[in-house]
């Protein structure tokens, strides 16, 4: 079965520090990972994703995330956060048993980045 | 381009009643999908399609119907509208994961919330 857990269900971070969101994933073989965003009463917005190559993955909004294979990992940085990256985060593993492009979401994170 | 749109936005209902959800994208995706988003429980899948004219059950399809007669629109129904179906429900859609380099991402619709009472 495939899986991803996000530990936290709520992040706080002062403005201009940096921020950590974090995934873990159960799949077997590999993994093709995502984060997503969403902000308050909006769809999810793609941030970026992992499907093989260099384990430091940049995205929009200056996010990027880095696979970690030993650890099963694949957590969300940004360097300076900024008030306006409060919103929803979710991690998402694509479901290889379909051959569909199915995700597996995780439960979310709450970011709030405060002032 | 709209991207992907959802009909309506918000909708009540009375346990017992039935509805269509009516999800339309003009990026010609091939694939469409139906998630419900409960608090704590991320988004879960509840059909998918792959293409005009198939639809297939996602992890959680019980009360559920759904139809693709046109490939830009994917339709989500209730026959007998629960309480349990209280969520906000999103329709995404993506290309196939075929070709040199595949795109895997969904795109997403703004939602509906329904509320069944």
Known sequence: ?115 | NAGVTQTPKFRVLKTGQSMTLLCAQDMNHEYMYWYRQDPGMGLRLIHYSVGEGTTAKGEVPDGYNVSRLKKQNFLLGLESAAPSQTSVYFCASSYPPTGVFPLYEQYFGPGTRLTVT
């Open chain 1, 1 to 115: 079965a495939q899986s991803v857990a996000q530990p936290e269900d709520q992040v706080n971070v002062a403005e201009g520090n940096p921020l950590t969101v974090k995934c873990t994933y159960s799949v077997s073989g590999n993994p093709y990972l995502f984060w997503y965003v969403q902000y308050p009463n909006r769809g999810l917005q793609f941030l970026l994703k992992y499907i093989t190559g260099d384990n430091l993955v940049k995205g929009s909004y200056g996010f990027e995330a880095e696979f970690n294979k030993s650890q099963t990992s694949f957590h969300l940085k940004k360097p300076s956060a900024l008030v306006s990256d409060s919103a929803l985060y979710f991690c998402a593993v694509r479901d290889r048993a379909t051959g569909a492009n199915n995700l597996f979401f995780g439960t979310g994170t709450r970011l709030t980045v405060i002032p």
